[in-house]
């Protein structure tokens, strides 16, 4: 049974930066992508990802706000996924999940396996 590990929330002053970690194990699909979500209470999770990436050809997608300030990676030998957040702002504080799509294509929705969520707290 694949599993979703996300770690490196914390509290980080508005403009700081933050790595976060998503450690996928048992996964046995070739072709999947990979993504980081975000919920609010407001909110609740939401529906596109803030940034995803295929995992054959490392193809990204960020969603508008994340663009310029998010970066998806990925350590491939380890299957761990990366989102570094540059610039945070207090918008961004949210509960981050890692999810999981068995797709032949990019798609950042829609997730089929999730894993737990860490909490980013953007406040001075």
């Given amino acids: 049974e694949v599993q979703l590990q ?6 980080v002053q508005p403009g700081g930066s933050l ?6 194990s048992k996964v046995t699909f070739d072709y999947y992508t990979i993504g980081w979500f975000r ?8 529906a596109v990802g803030v ?3 295929s995992s054959d050809d490392g193809q990204t997608y960020y969603q508008g706000s994340a663009k310029g300030r998010f970066t998806i990676s990925r350590d491939s030998g380890n299957n761990i996924y990366y989102l ?4 945070l702002q207090a918008e961004d504080t949210a509960i981050y999940y890692c ?4 797709t032949w294509a990019l798609k950042c929705y829609d997730m ?3 894993g737990k969520g860490t909490l980013v707290t953007v406040s001075s």
């Avoid at 570094?84 to 610039?87: G, K, V």
């Avoid at 999810?99 to 068995?102: A, E, F, P, Q």
Wanted: with cysteine; aromatic share 2%.
């Fill in 6 to 11: 996300a770690s490196g929330g914390g509290l």
């Fill in 19 to 24: 790595t976060l970690s998503c450690e996928a």
């Fill in 39 to 46: 919920q609010t209470p407001e909110k609740g999770r939401e």
């Fill in 51 to 53: 940034a995803c990436m």
């Fill in 84 to 87: 570094q957040m540059n610039n």
């Fill in 99 to 102: 999810g999981l799509k068995t």
């Fill in 112 to 114: 089929d396996i999730w």
